[in-house]
């Protein structure tokens, strides 16, 4: 049988025209604030959140080209869809796995579930577009092996979800995944989705006292284990 090539990964001509001087300071800035904003207790916590906010979405208003450009637009959405039915399928696996072993924590009503999870599917889609559309456009001027710089990308994210062993091993597999996804079909919308479902599975399927209800950083480290096991799961806090 004759072997098939694979195609080689393309970077975009928007990922191309950059400083890589530039891109190494933004993401030592975006990253190191974000760390920051992990690991520091409150209120102060809440101040640094605002901070990084506006710090990334200054430095991608200065170098924003469009919205197709990140991956925010309908060409390959319909290709790239079978993503979301494996975030599905395997959520769904997830879920009859836990309800034999006695772990599945669902919210009692359709509109509980809502309520509890808006937001963190909401959350799901910011932390997709910044490993894509931040780190990810960045890392690919600065390293010269693609592969690397899913695996780069990858870290990051997986680092960002310190010390959560659950959170940090996902992280790292579904970040190099989601990178290596976008790079083959240019559209963010299938991986937000996706991010979200498998995001809001562990939720209900691990229990709260094993991922301490998915927070990280210092919020992982102070854990009370009487916190309730669903709502907004608010970014490290």
């Known amino acids: 049988m004759a072997q098939t090539q694979a195609k080689p990964l393309v970077i975009p001509r928007f990922f191309a025209a950059r400083s890589k001087r530039r891109d190494l300071i933004e993401i030592v800035i975006a990253f190191g604030l974000i760390l920051t904003v992990i690991w520091t207790p409150r209120p102060w916590q809440q101040l640094l959140w605002w901070v990084t906010i506006v710090a990334v979405l200054t430095m991608i208003g200065l170098t924003f080209e469009s919205l197709s450009a990140m991956g925010l637009h309908a060409p390959n959405f319909f290709r790239s869809l079978w993503i979301v039915g494996l975030a599905l399928g395997l959520s769904g696996v997830a879920m009859l ?57 990858a870290a990051l994210f997986a680092v960002a979800h310190l010390p959560n062993p659950v959170l940090t091993v996902g992280t790292v597999l579904w970040g190099a995944a989601a990178c290596l996804l976008y790079l083959r079909y240019r559209n963010l919308y299938s991986l937000m989705i996706a991010h979200a479902i498998l995001g809001i599975a562990v939720a209900i399927t691990v229990p709260g006292p094993v991922d301490h209800n998915m927070r990280v950083g210092l919020g992982y480290l102070t854990y009370d284990r009487h916190m ?3 709502g907004f799961y608010r970014p490290n806090l």
Not at 124 to 139: E, K, T
């Open 97 to 153: 796995l836990a309800a034999r072993m006695h772990t599945l924590h669902l919210p009692d009503s359709p509109i509980l579930f809502v309520k509890s999870f808006w937001g963190y599917a909401i959350w799901a889609c910011v932390q997709q577009f910044l490993l894509q559309c931040f780190f990810l456009s960045r890392l690919l001027r600065l390293i010269p092996d693609q592969r690397n710089v899913v695996w780069a990308a």
């Open 228 to 230: 309730p096991a669903h």
